[in-house]
């Protein structure tokens, strides 16, 4: 699988929902497959808020493989020996892309909390200069998982002749009142931390991580089913010969530790907030009078809809929702409830369901299968 890395500047101004104007900006891209002679095989796919550009593939300074790598490559779901498919940072994002980490040219400073509020629809504005950078019309899917499924809805309604297929998986049009409490009691969590410096850490030479790792571990147990902790780790202790009056340690609270103590090290928290943000933020009906029927009304793109029977974050009645807007709006559309043990994680793993489903929809032509 061909595999390209490109950090891509784009000398030109981004003015954001906030109203705020990026002068210009970066976005951290990466590339697999070929385009061909005509330029009409190219499929985006966008990542949900703690993921990055890299999809695919491992690369050669890590072992770790893409957040996508089960369906994404040569032979894979989305056959990137077929498809020329761009993977990027989002913006507000902390692995390339211009963000809280990157430098504000003003003061020679990381902007920390002082980079603007970022939303969906700013983030596909942004990523519609990737077709202009690569030089095409239009890209054949747009697929993504959670959040990145709210971007593919995105696309699908802000830029209805870019794109010809929609893939929303394990997503929603917007999320509910008990979604976006759990994304503040996290951004909580960080804004507590004593090294968080009201999101001006990094020019104090500080890092939150106790915030950000427990942030990450209140995250991990939404994204995971009851039925996948249990058969995993049940009841386990770390040592059977725990006493019951000793500090006990089972093997699920280790498990948390050591998915919080390696997000923290890796992620920002500035970016956290920003990217949660974002998703309770994502509402496209709001400038329709609430009317999500009304607001589909200007996609062009077929939609591929999605949703996992163990997901209790993005329930089946997220997608559902979707899909009778999408057939009331005369939107060309299917939808899909699929068996997943894995929660809303289920998006990520490959399943012979999943990957027939999604597959069937990319190859198909005007008329859906």
């Known amino acids: 699988m061909k595999t390209c890395n490109e950090k891509i500047f784009f000398d030109l101004p ?71 498919v761009v993977s990027l940072n989002n913006l507000g994002g902390c692995h390339g892309s211009s963000g809280p980490i990157s430098v504000d040219p003003t003061t020679n400073l990381p902007f920390g909390a002082a980079f603007p509020a970022v939303s969906v629809q700013d983030w596909v504005s942004a990523q519609k200069h990737l077709l202009d950078h690569f030089k095409i019309d239009s890209w054949e899917m747009v697929a993504g998982g959670s959040l990145g499924g709210m971007q593919a809805l995105q696309w699908a309604i802000s830029f209805p002749d870019k794109l010809k297929k929609a893939a929303i998986i394990a997503s929603s049009s917007k999320i509910s009142s008990q979604n976006i409490a759990l994304n503040e009691v996290a951004r909580e969590m960080i804004r507590k931390d004593e090294n968080f410096f009201d999101g001006n850490y990094l020019a104090k030479g500080s890092k939150p991580k106790q915030g950000l790792k427990a942030a990450r571990m209140l995250g991990h147990i939404t994204y995971l089913s009851e039925s996948n902790m249990s058969k995993r780790f049940g009841r386990k202790l770390q040592n059977p010969e725990t006493r019951i009056d000793a500090k006990v340690s089972y093997e699920v609270e280790n498990y948390l530790q050591y998915k919080g103590e390696q997000f923290a090290e890796t992620f920002d928290a500035n970016s956290y907030i920003l990217m949660t943000k974002a998703m309770d933020t994502f509402d496209p009906a709001k400038d329709f009078g609430q009317d999500l029927v009304e607001c589909f009304k200007q996609i062009q793109a077929k939609l591929f809809i999605a949703s996992f029977n163990s997901d209790w974050l993005f329930p089946k009645e997220y997608g559902k929702d979707i899909q009778i807007s999408a057939v009331k709006a005369g939107v060309r559309s299917s939808y899909v409830e699929l068996e997943g043990e894995y929660g809303h994680d289920s998006f990520l793993f490959h399943s012979d369901n999943y990957s027939a489903s999604l597959q069937n929809f990319l190859e198909s032509n005007d008329e859906l299968s």
Do not use: R
Request: charged share 25%.
């Open 14 to 84: 981004l003015t954001l929902e906030s109203g705020s104007i990026l002068p210009s900006f970066e976005l951290m891209v990466e590339t697999y497959g070929e385009l061909n002679s005509v330029k009409d095989n190219a499929v985006l796919v966008c990542h949900a808020f703690s993921g990055n550009h890299h999809a695919a593939g491992e690369k050669s300074e890590e072992t770790k493989a893409g957040w996508w790598d089960q369906m994404v490559g040569d032979g894979k779901t989305i056959d990137t020996s077929k498809y020329f």
